[in-house]
């Protein structure tokens, strides 16, 4: 059976808040039932607890992950984290990508980031069927152009379903919408950001026209 896993922030040794705990909670149960068969999963506090924080790991920033499976936590790692420098991203075809749960193996997703970086941009963003979804390790928002108050859309199918954009969706900081891929050249959304557990809304934005096209 696959292995998944969770990935927490960690700001100078402290847990995220109870909202941002529930989601994660919420994500681990979904996993639990639908994934493994399981009626329900456990707290990422008991993660937490069970495997502190190393006190050399208690300023800053760290990134925490859960690895679990069918028969409960595997193991629970911390490392430094240093956010990523995203300046643009190249849209890539892939009409079979799935990452439904937040699985261990990245492999697949990992060849598109590759050959984005490869091509000069600093991640993929993948179109599945004609429709955005998600770049490799981030859920995406699109700015509609000229709007005021500003309107941000995130695709309706990304590929995971993350807690970030749940806590911004649970906000009405973003809404819901198909997003088929001729938006990004239309003119009608003018700036792309990205965000995770890792990075907040706002941390990394870039113009939409720095989205290439591999298409």
């Not at 705990?21 to 149960?29: G, M, P, S, Y």
Request: aromatic share 8%.
């Amino acid at each position: 059976m696959c292995l998944c896993v969770e990935t927490i922030r960690i700001a100078d040794g402290g847990l995220p808040s109870p909202e941002i705990l529930a989601l994660h909670r919420e994500r681990i149960d979904r996993t639990c039932r639908g994934l493994y068969g399981l009626t329900g999963g456990f707290g990422p506090e008991a993660a937490l607890a069970a495997v502190p924080v190393p006190p050399a790991l208690r300023s800053g920033v760290v990134k925490c992950r859960v690895v679990y499976g069918p028969s409960g936590i595997v193991k629970v790692e911390y490392q430094p984290y240093v956010p990523p420098r995203i300046g643009s991203l190249l849209a890539v075809a892939d009409d079979d990508a799935e990452y439904a749960y937040k699985y261990c193996d990245r492999s697949r997703l990992t060849v598109w980031h590759e050959r984005a970086v490869a091509a000069g941009c600093g991640d993929a963003l993948i179109v599945r069927r004609g429709r955005v979804t998600d770049t490799t390790f981030c859920n995406v928002a699109f700015r509609v152009a000229g709007g005021s108050p500003e309107v941000w859309h995130t695709p309706a199918e990304p590929l995971l379903r993350g807690t970030m954009r749940e806590y911004l969706l649970r906000r009405r900081t973003v809404t819901v919408r198909d997003i088929p891929v001729s938006a990004l050249t239309d003119g009608f959304y003018d700036l792309a950001a990205l965000f995770n557990a890792m990075n907040g809304f706002g941390s990394l934005i870039l113009p939409v026209g720095r989205i290439m096209s591999a298409l």
